[in-house]
């Protein structure tokens, strides 16, 4: 079976600070990992993707996250945060072809402070 | 935009009742998926179609059943309904990038039930 944690279901942050949302992942085949971010009232959309092409992975809005096999670990990440991230963030295990359901983390809430 | 269509947006009905969610995937996309969020389980798959077939199935309550039919779209069907039915309801396409499937949601359907 495979699971993430999400670790911290709120974290705040300064405006122009580093944005650090970790994940760690539980898989027993090669897992493809993903990075949702739900705005608001609004459905889910995607982030960034771990497909084993490349560990460190670049996204949209500025946000990266590094595949640490030895860590298991999936951790997203923005230089400088903007009032705009405030959202909350779902990182997600896909299957062995990254075709069936999603496995979802618990989310966490991003808060921008001015 | 996703590109993924629900409706209704907003659905507010009494217990007992049976309601019908409705979703157009984005063009050329196969697969379907439903998920549930709410407040106390998270983001749950309840159950993928693949080219009008069901594919897979996860934490869907027997009341609910989904179908998607030969033009591709698909609907969730809830009945029976119960107070702790309401949720949001969010459909999924996924479409072969990289050859990894990655879903794209729509804005979900938000479901009250009093």
């Known amino acids: 079976a495979q699971s993430v944690t999400q670790l911290g279901s709120h974290v705040s942050v300064s405006e122009g600070a580093l944005v650090l949302l970790r994940c760690n992942y539980s898989s027993s085949v090669p897992p493809y990992l993903f990075w949702y971010v739900q705005y608001p009232n609004q459905g889910l959309q995607l982030l960034l993707k771990y497909t084993s092409a490349a560990t460190l992975v670049k996204g949209i809005n500025g946000f990266e996250a590094e595949f640490k096999k030895s860590e298991t670990s999936f951790h997203l990440t923005k230089p400088s945060a903007h009032m705009s991230d405030a959202a909350e963030y779902f990182c997600?295990?896909?299957?062995?072809?990254?075709?069936?359901?999603?496995?979802f983390g618990t989310g966490t809430r991003l808060t921008i402070i001015p | 935009d996703s590109g993924v269509t629900q409706t209704p947006k907003h659905l507010i009905t009494a217990t007992g009742q049976r309601v019908t969610l409705r979703c157009s995937p984005r063009s050329g996309d196969l697969s379907v998926y439903w998920y549930q969020q709410s407040l106390d389980q998270g983001l749950q798959f309840l159950i993928q179609y693949y080219n009008g077939e069901e594919r897979a199935k996860g934490n869907i309550l027997e009341r609910f059943s989904a179908q998607q039919f030969p033009d591709l779209h698909s609907e969730l069907n809830l009945s029976s309904l119960e107070l702790g039915d309401s949720a949001l309801y969010f459909c999924a396409s996924s479409v072969s990038l990289a050859g990894v499937e990655t879903q794209y949601f729509g804005p979900g359907t938000r479901l009250l039930v009093l």
């Open positions: 997600a295990v896909g299957g062995l072809f990254g075709n069936e359901k999603l496995t």
